[in-house]
């Protein structure tokens, strides 16, 4: 199973001292994050795609490109990638390129955005969210397995006698997430592929994750990938950890008062029970993580989100170390011993990647 | 024949309250109705003071708690809703008002709904038809023709020689929405499953991509 951290890329005020980080820091400080993640031990970094304040990361493959040139072992996504304002032949090119930079670490994961102006701003229409995200994953499908496509589609300039490059590394491509929090179309065109689904997991109550991760398993099944057991499934989740359970709730809790996602509204108490939010000890992270599985089944891949809501970034990478000392390699061993044996351990890695593993 | 479901909706804030009041009236009218019709009726009263907290949390959160799931739920579900508010600042309460909001706007089309508010005046009796029955307009509600306004003086005088006063207004308002919720529960078949997948084949063709 992968672990990794997931990160929005926010510029949010530190509410304990009102100060407020440049974009400059804020973009240095997710470099450190990543780099951090790496040297902890974590299998995946991810940022999010945004094109407006107070987010920064509006240029993923640049950020993803250079952590690339500075990690050896990470491997880098994105939560999500707009594929519905994005050019598809843009993001083919693009994650082809970052794909060989990265000798064959990178996997992406598809979304359509929460934020209503971006389609406009993009030339698109936001009530053909979904009909976007269907016809330019199509194209993005094609763009990466056909060296020389012909396109007519909806949504884009027809293509006519068009290669993509460059052509992914060893002509296998990136592997692909599609993620949603309650679209049933979106989990059906994940199961349709073979792709993986990934379940958004932070900020909504478990429900939503299950409804759609069952959904998602059976259609796979249906398509004929595998059993539904089989299906390669992602989940976020919210965390923050010290020793001391008492400690984690005091320091955090301005923060979540404060948080622009949820803040001024329930308790932090009232959120961590109605959500996957955890708040506490080593101890409670693992076993809330751990069940997790008990409505989603056995799964490949878990995010967390660690660097939102104003934490400083000391405080970021301290979360880091706890994460990779006390609470991922205890969850590596109980969800292993938990998988049966013909459930895929990971998402499937580029050939180089495993070639590197095994060397 | 299956229990028809109503839901009455009291936005009312005092206890006791005029808006409660007026909603347990309209249900006891809608109810004597049906029951002359041999129907047999099950009714739940929705006191939106209890929600408000975790109104207002929707609204911050995006989703809501278990118990504002739970009355979401059975208004949606229902055979028929009674609506009343009272009248604050020219228009239907906030509370009223954020309540429907976070209802799928899809969720009633179709549902009779009865429309009633209480005020402290007559004066604002028109609230009924500027601003509850649009609303429900919007949600391609069914509703019945009578609506009922109950100013605090209603509550103590009866009608004059021009006017039918409150009880008429109500009996007449309970016996519409009666027959309206029986034509319409008649008619509904089994329940659709909204969540049924489109399958992706067809996804592609509506995009002419298959």
Redesign the interface.
């Known amino acids: 199973m992968q672990f990794g951290i997931f990160t929005v890329g926010d510029v949010t005020a530190d509410p304990t001292t009102g100060r407020t980080p440049s974009e400059h820091e804020r973009i240095k400080n997710t470099v450190a994050i990543a780099l951090k993640a790496e040297e902890v031990g974590l299998d995946v970094f991810a940022t999010g795609e945004h094109h407006n304040p107070p987010f920064v990361p509006s240029s993923p493959t640049t950020l993803l490109g250079h952590i690339a040139a500075r990690t050896e072992n990470l491997v880098l996504s994105t939560s999500t990638t707009l594929i519905t304002t994005n050019d598809p032949v843009k993001i083919a090119e693009d994650y082809a390129t970052l794909q060989h930079l990265a000798d064959g670490r990178v996997d992406l994961m598809m979304g359509r955005g929460n934020t209503g102006p971006v389609y406009p701003w993009f030339g698109q229409d936001i009530r053909q969210g979904i009909p976007l995200a269907i016809e330019n994953y199509a194209l993005l499908h094609k763009l990466w397995r056909e060296d020389v496509v012909d396109w007519e589609g909806k949504f884009r300039s027809a293509l006519q006698g068009f290669t993509s490059t460059p052509r992914p590394l060893d002509g296998v491509p990136p592997f692909v997430w599609h993620g949603s929090i309650r679209s049933p179309e979106i989990a059906e065109q994940a199961a349709y592929y073979g792709d993986g689904f990934f379940a958004n997991h932070i900020f909504w109550p478990k429900q939503h994750t299950e409804k759609m991760v069952r959904l998602y398993r059976q259609r796979y099944a249906h398509y004929g990938h595998g059993t539904p057991e089989q299906a390669i499934v992602g989940l976020g989740g919210q965390v923050f950890v010290r020793k001391n359970s008492q400690d984690a709730v005091r320091e955090f809790r301005p923060h979540f008062d404060n948080a622009p996602v949820y803040g001024h509204g329930p308790s932090l108490e009232e959120f961590s029970s109605q959500t996957p939010l955890t708040v506490g000890s080593p101890q409670e992270v693992i076993e809330r993580t751990l069940s997790f599985r008990e409505y989603v089944g056995d799964y490949q891949r878990q995010l967390f989100l660690v660097d939102h809501a104003g934490l400083p970034l000391k405080t970021v990478l301290e979360q880091l170390d706890i994460l990779g000392e006390e609470v991922v390699p205890v969850l590596r061993k109980e969800f292993a011993n938990l998988r049966p044996a013909d459930v895929p351990a990971t998402a499937p890695l580029h050939p180089a990647v495993t070639a590197k593993k095994e060397a | 024949m299956r229990t028809l479901k109503l839901v009455a909706v009291s936005a009312g804030l005092s206890s006791p309250s005029s808006t409660r009041l007026l909603a347990d009236r309209l249900v006891q009218a809608t109810r004597y109705r049906l029951a002359e019709q041999e129907y047999a009726v099950d009714v739940e009263v929705l006191e939106l003071r209890g929600l408000a907290v975790d109104i ?2 929707n ?5 809501p ?1 278990e118990a504002l799931r739970e009355a979401i739920d059975k208004v949606t579900a229902a055979d028929g809703v009674i609506t009343v508010t009272p009248v604050f600042t020219a228009s239907y309460s906030g509370l009223f008002k954020s309540f429907f909001d976070l209802v799928d706007p899809t969720a009633l089309t179709g549902t009779p709904v009865l429309l009633g508010a209480t005020g402290g005046t007559a004066r604002h009796s028109l609230v009924l038809d500027h601003a509850l029955r649009p609303l429900f307009a919007y949600l391609r509600a069914r509703t019945a023709p009578t609506a009922v306004y109950a100013a605090s003086e209603d509550w103590g005088t009866g009608g004059d020689e021009y006017t039918e006063g409150l009880p008429h207004r109500i009996t007449r308002a309970g016996e519409e929405f009666a027959t309206l919720v029986a034509a319409v529960a008649d008619r509904k078949g089994d329940s659709v499953d909204a ?1 049924e ?4 084949a067809k ?2 063709a ?4 298959d």
């Open positions: 207002a949390k609204f911050v959160t995006g989703f708690s969540d997948v489109v399958p992706f996804q592609l509506d995009l002419r991509l």
